[in-house]
């Protein structure tokens, strides 16, 4: 099977943002990992699949670079693809577009294969270095701005939620995550 881009087109419906009708972070991430198990069912590479031989995918880091959040009842195109191998890490990119082809969202994630029994990271399986590796689509640049201490106009923070490190890194002044008693991750669903 030929490896490319997977697209589904998603409506941003009233529960899936917050007061400001802004997408709520969480089902940004949720958005994200369903549109991606969409592909990975078809590449044969999705958790069921592995946990027939004993594995499971575990995301170790996520990374998202946000120009603007949908509002609600708009419609939208969510992609995404595995876009390479990182030592014991596979690597998948994400975007978020308007059906008109602006970018709001871009991410990428890293996950490793994880044996069940052992409860240890094993390597990533030969067919998933092969469609990792061999389509050809261009990774996502991100890691620029990750390496930078500060970036006018950029706003940053690394967050801890559920033991994944999510790197949220806002464009869009105005989507600011609110201050709430200092706690951060507290604050992610008021996003």
């Given at each position: ?83 390479g191998i990182d030592r014991l890490f596979a690597l998948r ?29 094993v390597r990533p399986l030969a067919r998933v270095v092969e ?14 701005i990750l390496r930078k201490k500060r970036c006018p106009g ?38």
């Open positions: 099977m030929e490896i490319g881009k997977y697209r589904e087109e998603l409506k941003i419906h009233n529960h899936y943002t917050n007061y400001k009708g802004r997408l709520f972070i969480k089902t940004l991430c949720d958005l994200f990992n369903d549109v991606a198990e969409g592909q990975t069912e078809l590449l044969g590479v999705d958790v069921d699949t592995l946990n027939k031989s004993g594995l499971t995918w575990m995301l170790h880091r996520l990374h998202i670079l946000i120009h603007k959040m949908p509002q609600k009842e708009e419609n939208v195109v969510v992609e995404t693809w595995p876009s990119d994400y975007r978020l577009l308007r059906n008109d082809g602006e970018e709001l969202v871009r991410a990428t994630s890293e996950w490793m294969t994880v044996d069940l029994n052992r409860r240890r990271p469609m990792s590796t061999s389509h050809g689509i261009e990774k996502l640049p991100i890691e620029h950029i706003w940053k923070t690394v967050v801890i939620l559920r033991r994944h490190l999510i790197t949220l890194i806002l464009t869009d002044m105005s989507h600011r995550l609110p201050i709430c008693g200092g706690s951060l991750i507290h604050c992610l669903s008021f996003f």
